[in-house]
């Protein structure tokens, strides 16, 4: 059902740079922001990224965003243990007419 | 501060209908820039988009094509809150399912509900 395709998962050590990508198409990505939601264990997802690079208030520098084209990617640099969650990207999509979803990255911290 | 909390029962059984409320606190449902929308999660189908409810004059509902021919989505204007209603289930429709706002001119989900699994099962 997931429109983006996001790797199943991604990992590094403790201060690694950790790069997540988000592929769509041009009536989702290509033409309309990216979102990425952070979602802890046993918790609702949170949003992380707006607008393709910007942080909400309390959202560490750590973590940035980029789109380009049909596809958009989530960094997270400094990589904690408390980053270890699930990640997802989101947009707009104009031919479905509604909101689509990412497939989803695990992110572990080794 | 915007929340939003959602109540309803945990079990439905298939062919039945699944009922859920999502209560706002801090913001209006009749609110001319917000947007009230479902999402649910399921390890089969991840995230993904239900539908919405938005006051624009008058009160409008888009719901994925996944799902149109049996969704609906109403607010209660009286308890400030939006319910969703699933029609003929079956056990694909169990997942986490969430509410969600979105503010006008923006398009993302923020805040979220809580989460409630419902598990379709006789």
């Known amino acids: 059902q997931s429109v983006l395709t996001q790797p199943p998962s991604a990992s590094g050590t403790p201060g690694q740079r950790v790069t997540i990508s988000c592929s769509g198409s041009s009536s989702n990505i290509g033409s309309n922001t990216v979102n990425w939601y952070q979602q802890l264990p046993g918790t609702a997802p949170k949003l992380l990224i707006y607008n393709n690079n910007e942080r909400p208030s309390g959202v560490p520098d750590r973590f940035s965003g980029s789109r380009s084209g049909t596809s958009a990617s989530l960094a997270i640099s400094g990589l904690q243990s408390d980053d270890e969650a699930d990640y997802y990207c989101?947009?707009?999509?104009?031919?479905?007419?509604?909101?689509?979803f990412g497939t989803g990255t695990k992110v572990t911290v080794l | 501060q915007v929340q939003l909390q959602q109540s309803g029962p945990g079990l439905v059984k298939p062919s039945q209908t699944l009922s859920l409320t999502c209560a706002i606190s801090g913001d209006s449902v009749s609110s001319n820039s917000a947007v009230w929308n479902w999402i649910r999660q399921s390890p089969s189908r991840g995230l993904e988009w239900l539908g919405r409810?938005?006051?624009?004059?008058?009160?409008?509902?888009d719901y994925a094509v996944s799902v149109k021919s049996r969704i609906t989505i109403n607010p209660d204007t009286s308890k400030n809150q939006f319910s969703l209603q699933l029609n003929s289930v079956t056990p694909e429709d169990t997942a986490v399912y969430y509410c969600a706002r979105v503010s006008i001119g923006e398009g993302w989900f923020d805040p979220w509900g809580q989460g409630a699994l419902v598990t379709v099962s006789s």
């Open positions: 989101a947009a707009w999509d104009d031919s479905l007419n509604g909101y689509v």
């Open positions: 409810t938005f006051y624009r004059s008058k009160w409008h509902n």
